[in-house]
């Protein structure tokens, strides 16, 4: 079992940057990693990925924007978050998935938000 535990979250204003960390308790090298958001009152949404092979993939409201990266000997995925906007207010989840389509850990989110 994972412990996934972010870290990075705060408040921001519109056009500014964070960096999200992510650490895991175990070794992530072989784990697909993520990060997913839940704005108030709206289902938990994909963001971005980075597979076990450093393949990344983003939704289209973040592309050119965010951008995730690993370091397998720290154990740790990162979300750089660039030219913030108000929607991207949420809680951001990291996630771990070993194989299928549905993450096996979930992380227990930090909050994140943009002021206008």
């Known amino acids: 079992q994972v412990q996934l535990v972010e870290s990075g979250g705060g408040l921001v204003q519109a056009g500014g940057t964070l960096r999200l960390s992510c650490a895991a308790s175990?070794?992530?090298?072989?784990?697909?990693m993520g990060w997913y958001r839940q704005a108030p009152k709206k289902t938990r949404e994909w963001v971005a990925s980075?597979?076990?092979?450093?393949?990344?993939n983003y939704a289209d409201s973040v592309k050119g924007r965010f951008t995730i990266s690993r370091d397998n000997a720290k154990n740790t995925v990162y979300l750089q978050m660039n030219n913030l906007k108000p929607e991207d207010t949420a809680v951001y989840f990291c996630?771990?998935?070993?194989?299928?389509?549905?993450?096996?850990?979930w992380g227990q989110g930090t909050q994140v938000t943009v002021s206008s």
């Open positions: 980075i597979t076990a092979g450093a393949t990344t």
């Open positions: 996630a771990g998935r070993v194989t299928g389509r549905i993450p096996d850990y």
């Open positions: 175990g070794s992530i090298f072989n784990i697909n």
